[in-house]
């Protein structure tokens, strides 16, 4: 049975290879059906594969590697979340029991394993969205959305609490709707490597084996052959909305800058936000939102890397709110090409 807790328990990712092997998934229209449902990494001794959350090993695992990961980003152990945030979603989002049950029905859960023996390690995970149009979450009332219907399924006059007055949606400034996420990218989230094996090189390993082994246009154009029995990922590339920390380390990876996408939490005498601290010192939100380059990286008038993509008409918006002490960042937007 699965169950819905703070998972810290560092030996769940440890799983029966057996079971693991059982867990993968396979698509019945597949290229190459007679082929595994995972692929091995002889040289390096990983396996990767789409597996089934549901599997309740396999969610105490990907939760274990979740909770552990972002336990980080307390504020009390550094991080840039107050512990309640963190502990939140630690319940509500990555709990063994919502890994199987919240968004990995809408997503393929790939995991990166090593097996030794009769026990494979989890050592990375990733959730990508099976749909083009699907969005994970948006704020912390929307799950599963499906872009298109976005207008039409989110009530945007939704009171905050018992004041009809209050609304919730003012407590937030994102991009317009229509252009909230760019059209043909698959959604990602939950992209981890396990904190044992950091810094050694694996989620830049991990994000090139699904470039090379499951990004079907990048198969394709190097005329590669599908050597699993699984789903392609039939996109233009990975889309993330990050936490402001994560851009530097998604950019070393190969991720770009969205830009004018940023979105914020926005500050209201009925919803004040909880401090902020560099260290021991209290910062404001113009100070948090500066260490974070905003404004200064729309301001010396360089055009955008690549046209189409971006939101260039909403950088004055990002400009001001970021110049602005109710505002602060709350998340980046970045993107991954395939091809």
Not at 270 to 293: H, M, Q, T
Request: proline share 8%.
């Amino acid at each position: 049975m699965l169950g819905k807790y703070i998972n810290l328990r560092a030996d769940d990712r440890f799983v029966p290879t057996e079971m693991l092997r059982r867990a993968y998934l396979r698509y019945a229209e597949s290229r190459n059906a007679s082929a595994p449902p995972y692929v091995r990494f002889e040289r390096e001794g990983f396996e990767l594969g789409i597996v089934s959350s549901e599997v309740p090993e396999i969610a105490r695992a990907v939760s274990s590697l979740l909770s552990r990961s972002l336990e980080d980003a307390k504020d009390v152990h550094g991080g840039h979340l107050p512990s309640s945030i963190v502990e939140r979603v630690q319940l509500e989002v990555i709990s063994p029991e919502r890994v199987a049950q919240l968004w990995g029905t809408h997503g393929h859960r790939f995991v990166l394993s090593r097996p030794e023996g009769d026990k494979s390690e989890i050592i990375g995970t990733i959730l990508v969205a099976r749909r083009k149009g699907t969005i994970f979450f948006f704020t912390g009332r929307y799950n599963n959305l499906r872009h298109s219907a976005m207008e039409r399924d989110i009530d945007f006059d939704q009171p905050a609490g018992t004041r009809a007055d209050q609304k919730w949606f003012s407590l937030f400034a994102f991009p317009p709707v229509p252009q909230f996420k760019p059209p043909g990218y698959h959604h990602i989230a939950n992209f981890v490597v396990a904190k044992e094996h950091r810094r050694q090189g694996l989620a830049r390993f991990f994000l090139n084996a699904l470039l090379t082994k499951y990004a079907r246009d990048h198969i394709d154009a190097r005329g590669a052959a599908v050597e699993h029995s699984q789903f392609l990922l039939c996109g233009k590339g990975f889309w993330q909305i990050g936490d402001p920390p994560w851009l530097e380390r998604m950019q070393r990876l190969g991720f770009s800058l969205r830009w004018g996408a940023e979105s914020f939490f926005i500050e209201h005498d009925w919803a004040p936000l909880p401090p902020i601290y560099a260290g021991d010192k209290p910062i404001s939100n113009v100070e948090y939102n500066r260490s974070f380059g905003l404004p200064q990286r729309y301001q010396d008038d360089r055009p955008p890397p690549r046209p189409g993509m971006h939101l260039v008409g909403r950088i004055p918006e990002v400009v001001r709110l970021s110049q602005d002490p109710r505002a602060k960042l709350q998340y980046f937007q970045t993107y991954f090409d395939f091809t």
